[in-house]
């Protein structure tokens, strides 16, 4: 097949939960099909193409105006699939808004199926969105397939379309598919007896880092933190008014990551909303490290309590610690929860989710 991955972001520049499976999908993808990548420019790499890992990468300039940019990036994004030689069997597009928009509009107006991979609850919150409401079931509907990462988000955004958009449950509910995240299962390493706990995450007030800080402090622990984003200097003040150990990494290269999961104690995602299948807790969890979350979205899918890992209420900074502290003093549970954490994320290697995707890709597809 030929394929095109469409999405907004794209490494080295962007590290998140969508962009590095989009990164890993092209990688994999790539060896057995013609892969191009499409993404806007960044800091890191300007306008142009290069050739990677096995696939084609071409950026898009970014306008400067605000309001003219979500256009601009719709347009630009066309001509650049109007202009792959040979054209795509199927576009691969991550997140609904901005590039499911575009594949929509490229399977119009040029003829190229379109699958969208709705990468996170907000996607399909449709009630607390007016923009979503107007344009998610439009999209999802034009749209020749629509992936997700969990049952539990199909259960959902089924559920939304009905109380919002309920001429467009019939639709979507005939092309709706979950395929999970992949994953690199690593070799497994002994949990660090006075390793730190560790929390990968956006720095945005979704993620709950705040609550993180305070819990850690309150359970006298050390704490890292990789990722970056808007709240850090804030988190960074809560972070000194405690008198908490907290390390503040910024983005970290995947090698990197690699090397702080396995080095940790204890890992924590502590989202108030917006998940999908967060990466963090599969990373954590191949790695064998006792895991401690809230019951967002694809969590619920993926964190049975007290059987493979902690789950906790959001925002609830007593819990929070109260898990937290559990884990760091009895090795006997976090080394029984560390266990089955494992076992239960094997089921989501490359090997076993990427034919699912190249079976879904294939029957979407124009050819």
Known sequence: MVLAIVIARFPPAAYGGAEFQAEGWA????????????TRADGRRPPGRERRDGFDLVRLA????????????????????AALEPQPDVLLCFQTFISGLAGAR??????????????????????????????SPRVWSESAGVLVQSETNRVELLGELQRHAPAAV??????????????????????PARGRVLAVARLIPNKGVDTVI????????????????????????????????VR?????????????????RVVILASRRGEGLPNVLLEGLAHGRPVVATPCAGTRDLIEDGVNGLLVPPGDVEALAGAVTRLTSDEGAAGRLAAAGRASV??????????????????????
Do not use: M
Request: proline content about 5%.
């Open 346 to 367: 094997e089921r989501f290697s490359w090997e076993r989710v990427e034919p699912k995707l190249e079976i879904l890709l294939a029957r979407w597809s124009r050819r």
């Open 27 to 38: 990688r994999r993808l790539a060896r057995r099909h013609r892969v191009t990548v499409i």
């Open 248 to 264: 503040f990494e910024g983005n970290v290269p995947p090698q990197a990551l690699q090397g702080l999961y396995a080095t940790a």
């Open 106 to 135: 490229a399977g119009r107006r040029l003829g190229i199926p379109s699958v969208v991979w709705v990468r996170g609850e907000g996607e399909y919150r449709l009630g607390a969105s007016r923009f979503h409401r107007w344009v």
């Open 214 to 245: 305070t819990a850690c402090a309150r359970a006298g622990v050390a704490l890292t933190i990789a990722g970056d984003g808007p709240e850090r200097a804030d988190l960074e003040a809560l972070a000194r008014r405690l008198g908490a150990d």
């Open 170 to 191: 019939t639709r979507v509910r005939e092309r709706i598919e979950v395929v999970e995240n992949g994953l690199e299962l690593p070799i497994l390493s002994p949990v």
């Open 62 to 81: 970014v306008s400067r105006l605000p309001v003219w940019r979500a256009v601009a990036d719709l347009r630009a994004t066309e001509r650049a699939l």
